[in-house]
C-alpha cells in the first residue's frame, strides 16, 4: 500500500481474518484480539449450532478470556439464513463496538465473509406456500432456470444443486425483487487479511485434525446428535464431517474408508475456499496474506504497525 494511499484510508471498523479449514484461524485470531483488546465474531456456517463442537472445529478452549460471538446461538436442525448471518453480525458488531472494543471477523464460509465484506443487501422472506405449490410440478432443471432468471448472480452456487435450496432460494429472490429496499449497509472500512499455507502442508493438518477429533469423540458428537432429533438428511445437509460419519453409523461405509472419504472431501472443500477468496481478490477485496509456517498473529500485527495503523477505542485509525 502506497503513502497516498495511507493518507486517505479512513478508519477501519473491521478487522477480518479469512481462510482455509484446519489453519488455525481461531489461534491466531486471539493472539490479535488480546493484543488490540478485540471480541471475535465467527463467521462459520456451521458453528452458530449448538452441539456440533468436534464437527465445525470450535476449539473453544482456544479463546481463553476473549469474547466470541456467533457461537452456539442456534439449535441443530435449525434454519440460519445468509440474512440471518447479516442480522446477528450487525447486531454483535453494534455491541462490541459500543464497549469500545475492535470487532474481529473470523472465518472460512465465503458467502457470509462476501456477505459482510460486501454489504450484500438482503431482505427477510418468509415461506411462501401458494409459490412452493406452484413450483412443486417443475423438475430440478427448471427450478434452477427459474433461479437464474429471478437472480442471474447467483452468489451460492450449491443451492443449483439441491432441490430444497433450490426452492427455498426461489422462494427468496421473488420475495427480494418484490420487497422494498433495505436500509444501507454501515461503512465499516474493513481491513482483510488471510491465513495461508503450502497445499501439501494444510492436507496434512487436515488429516491430522480429523483423526484427533475422532479420538475426541466425533463420531459419538454425530449419534447424539440424530438421537437427539438432527435427522440423517439434515446431517448428510451440514456436509463433510456430518455426512460421512452419518453414513458409517448407517452402516454405508466402514470406518477406514469413510475417513479416506472424509479427509479427501475436506482437502476439497478447503481447495474451493482458496478459490473463492481468489474471487473475492478478482471483485475488489483487497487480501494481506500471511503465511501459517511464520508466526502470522505477529506478522500481522507487525503490518499493522508498519502501515501506521493503530487501535483507539475500536476503532483502527492512522494518527
Known amino acids: ?49 449448538r452441539g456440533m463442537d468436534l464437527g465445525t472445529g470450535k476449539d473453544l478452549d482456544e479463546y481463553g478470556k476473549v469474547p466470541h460471538h456467533l457461537i452456539d446461538i442456534r439449535d441443530a436442525g435449525e434454519e440460519f439464513s445468509v440474512f440471518d448471518f447479516q442480522r446477528e453480525f450487525l447486531q454483535a458488531h453494534e455491541r462490541i463496538s459500543a464497549r469500545g472494543r475492535l ?14 465484506l460486501k454489504g450484500y443487501r438482503l431482505v427477510e422472506v418468509p415461506s411462501d406456500p401458494e409459490l412452493r405449490r406452484e413450483l412443486a410440478g417443475l423438475d430440478d432443471a427448471r427450478l434452477r432456470q427459474r433461479l437464474l432468471e429471478l437472480k442471474p448472480e447467483q452468489h451460492n452456487r450449491t443451492d443449483l444443486d439441491d432441490r430444497e435450496r433450490l426452492l427455498r432460494a426461489i422462494e427468496i429472490a421473488t420475495g427480494e425483487a418484490a420487497a422494498d429496499a433495505p ?122 504497525k508498519k502501515d501506521g495503523w493503530r487501535c483507539k477505542k475500536g476503532i483502527l485509525v492512522r494518527p
Open 183 to 304: 436500509p444501507p449497509w454501515p461503512d465499516l472500512q474493513p481491513l482483510v487479511f488471510g491465513l495461508r499455507w503450502e497445499r501439501s502442508e494444510l492436507r496434512r493438518r487436515i488429516r491430522r485434525r480429523l483423526q484427533q477429533r475422532l479420538a475426541e469423540g466425533m463420531l459419538d458428537e454425530v449419534q447424539h446428535l440424530h438421537q437427539a432429533g438432527v435427522s440423517w438428511e439434515r446431517l448428510d445437509y451440514y456436509g463433510l464431517e456430518y455426512r460421512f460419519l452419518a453414513r458409517h453409523l448407517r452402516g454405508e461405509l466402514n470406518r477406514n474408508d469413510m475417513v479416506q472419504q472424509l479427509a479427501g472431501a475436506i482437502s476439497r472443500f478447503a481447495k474451493r475456499q482458496e478459490t473463492w477468496f481468489r474471487r473475492m481478490e478478482r471483485q475488489g477485496i483487497v487480501i494481506h496474506w500471511l503465511e501459517g509456517a511464520d508466526s502470522p498473529a505477529e506478522a500481522l500485527l507487525e503490518q499493522l
Open 1 to 49: 500500500m502506497s503513502e497516498k494511499q495511507l493518507s486517505s484510508q479512513p478508519p477501519c471498523r473491521l478487522l477480518t481474518l479469512l481462510g482455509a479449514t484446519a489453519g488455525g484461524k481461531t489461534r491466531v485470531a486471539v493472539q490479535v484480539a488480546e493484543t488490540l483488546d478485540g471480541e471475535i465474531i465467527s463467521a462459520d456456517s456451521r458453528q452458530v449450532f
Open 103 to 116: 470487532p474481529l471477523l473470523v472465518g472460512g464460509t465465503g458467502l457470509y465473509l462476501d456477505a459482510v
